[in-house]
């Protein structure tokens, strides 16, 4: 039987808890399969490249129906607070794990390598003999059932040659998750208790847990509503038939304008009216609001400066020049540095009371402290053993995974104080840092292959699963749900996401075929990548370094200036996330919000601004629920839809 004291008060029998938690597993299941076929095969909308889980918003909406049904005919089975957080964390925590920017690009490289080998390429001798076998599929007759489709996952040849290859990755995610799990545990009373950080991501799910009568009892919310929703299915009728108006939200790409000499330097420069990004962006503390768009346009300057004297134009992606890149992820490390050194006296006593040092109440905590930290190390040596038993050096693992977590405790923590629609950091990671920095010769070929294959979860983060975790304690304390049973639900989800996505994917790919899907290309891009740091090998450079230091030195200037004086209107995480492809197509939306919030608050204060909050929030609900109909629609009849976001 289980411990009632792992779970709130909320779970009134333990016939309610299994129902809850079956609900959970089962709607997991259901969405790592809905997401795999949405975005890997269909890719109708994309409803895992952004912050806020879309599709968790549009289940727990309808689970906010029928609770409203279960009110009038069964009150005893009405989901309560807790049950509906436990149920969003779970369908978090699926989103993340077979999100666009995760899982889905691991199983396009795992076996990449081995079918599109050729005598042109060479990859046979250039790359075969560094890769271990357990961490791809080589037999070709394997893979061409999952290539060209027509066939089935579960024949016995198919099961045999994927079994190893699964559960080794298997464990690498689940240990990388748990890191990452375990450094929120320990930081969970600084970030969610004693600083007052504003969590802008959470406050629409969280009015639909905490308050759902008064959230849609307002009528400002389905204003909002029907703006957003109707925009989308105006814009879908017009797709059916073209007869009907619409009316363009997205991506008005404004470098056609500039053709001459500097300026067609501003590259890739687009605009766009996404309404929830306009809600969210309502949300978001004016000052961040601010330096999101205002340093965005920097960037832009930057680039044209760049272009204009002909300094290093490496990359030019959407990101722009891979020096800015650099200077992007320099500020991430400096705010990783900055929010550890803020708070530097809870890591202390953290640290005694694991060590028994020091007494500390941890009756509220998931685990003990001792606990997470013995998690936290042993987590991190599966992950430097993975590495090493791949091929890769001990120092360079240690170095990767450092640099990894920094970043990743940057995004968390910039995230749940700004609420930035997008967290991407396209080609930012240590496997693109290291390189250059080091040399590709110096590094070697087994090292370089090892980053190769770890380019799946490196190329962009914004499925990052630690700021839902952090974002999902912050609901626990709000909804006086118990974080035990928080912190073992989050851990289920972590582990069913991992398999259902496996299976979602393979049982897809063997029926439709990889090459009639839309996700081939991460495979091509981390291979080719590896293919020319093995034939045209990179000499140690100081440019990146010197680029990673600017970033890091401004960060910390920023923070400086924004600590000695209250007016200074710069904040430095704008700095880090606003030179990125997200931010490129969220910034003027996020400049009108900034508007509007602007306004609201100098001529109506504080009180106008809360009265208008549901009609924001009514924006960001329309496009999802929509948004979430018609991603439905095309991913079960696999017709095209409109996408709402972000194409």
């Known amino acids: 039987m289980i411990d009632r004291k792992f779970h709130s008060t909320s779970f009134s029998s333990g016939c309610r808890l299994w129902v809850v938690l079956t609900v959970g597993i089962f709607l997991t299941i259901a969405n790592c399969y809905w997401m795999v076929l949405a975005e890997a095969m269909f890719r109708t909308i994309h409803m895992t490249v952004q912050s806020i889980a879309m599709n968790a918003i549009f289940f727990l909406f309808f689970f906010n129906l029928i609770n409203m049904g279960l009110k009038r005919f069964l009150p005893n089975a009405v989901l309560n607070k807790s049950d509906l957080l ?151 009728l017009h797709l059916v038939y073209p007869i009907i108006p619409g009316i363009n939200l997205k991506l008005h790409d404004l470098s056609r304008y500039f053709t001459e000499h500097p300026w067609r330097g501003v590259g890739w420069f687009p605009i766009s009216l996404y309404p929830f990004v306009i809600g969210l962006g309502f949300l978001i503390p004016l000052d961040l609001l601010f330096s999101c768009w205002f340093f965005h346009l920097l960037w832009k300057i930057q680039r044209i400066i760049i272009y204009s004297f002909s300094l290093s134009t490496r990359g030019g992606g959407y990101a722009g020049y891979q020096s800015m890149i650099e200077q992007s992820i320099g500020g991430y490390l400096s705010l990783c540095l900055i929010a550890l050194w803020a708070s530097r006296r809870h890591i202390r006593t953290v640290l005694k009371s694991a060590l028994n040092l020091e007494q500390s109440d941890q009756s509220q905590e998931p685990i003990s402290h001792r606990t997470a930290l013995l998690w936290l190390f042993f987590g991190f040596l599966f992950l430097i053993g993975f590495s090493v038993a791949a091929g890769m050096s001990i120092w360079l693992a240690v170095v990767f995974f450092v640099i990894y977590i920094m970043i990743s405790i940057s995004v968390t923590r910039m995230r749940v104080e700004m609420g930035t629609p997008v967290h991407d950091i396209h080609y930012g990671g240590p496997d693109l840092l290291i390189p250059p920095t080091i040399g590709t010769q110096q590094l070697g070929a087994r090292n370089l292959t090892v980053l190769g294959m770890y380019s799946w979860f490196n190329r962009t983060r914004y499925s990052d699963a630690m700021p839902h975790q952090l974002e999902g304690f912050k609901m626990a304390e709000r909804t006086n749900t118990n974080t035990r049973w928080l912190l073992f639900v989050i851990l289920l989800a972590i582990f069913i996401s991992i398999l259902a996505t496996f299976w979602a994917f393979l049982h897809s790919s063997y029926q439709m075929g990889m090459l009639n899907s839309h996700m081939t290309w991460p495979g091509r891009e981390g ?101 979430g109909f018609l991603c439905a629609f095309g991913t079960i009849t696999g017709k095209p839809v409109y996408s709402f976001w972000p194409y």
């Open 86 to 236: 436990i149920i969003y964390a779970m369908v978090c925590m699926g989103s993340t794990v077979s999100g666009h920017g995760f899982m889905q690009l691991l199983i396009a490289i795992m076996t990449y390598v081995h079918w599109f080998a050729s005598p042109e390429n060479d990859w046979a001798n250039l790359i075969w003999p560094h890769l271990p076998p357990w961490m791809t599929v080589a037999d070709k007759e394997v893979l061409a059932g999952h290539y060209k489709g027509e066939s089935s996952f579960y024949f016995q040849a198919n099961l045999q040659a994927w079994v190893i290859p699964i559960l080794a990755w298997s464990a690498f995610i689940f240990a990388l998750i748990l890191v990452m799990l375990m450094i929120n545990v320990i930081m969970r009373r600084q970030w969610v208790e004693s600083e007052k950080l504003t969590y802008p991501i959470i406050q629409l799910p969280l009015h639909m847990i905490d308050n759902p009568a008064g959230l849609f009892g307002h009528r400002l919310l389905w204003v909002g509503f029907a703006i957003a929703g109707g925009l989308d299915v105006l814009n879908e």
């Open 527 to 627: 291979m080719e990548r590896l293919q020319k740091w093995l034939t045209q090998p990179l000499v140690p450079s100081t440019s990146t370094p010197i680029s990673i230091s600017v970033g890091m030195i401004s960060t910390l200037l920023l923070a400086l200036m924004r600590m000695r004086f209250l007016w200074w209107p710069f904040h430095p995480a704008g700095y880090a996330v606003s030179n990125s492809w997200g931010m490129s197509i969220s910034w003027f939306p996020l400049f009108i919000a900034w508007v509007i919030k602007g306004l609201t608050l100098r001529h109506g204060g504080f009180k106008q601004y809360k009265q208008l909050v549901p009609l924001f929030m009514g924006l960001m609900l329309g496009e999802f629920i929509v948004g």
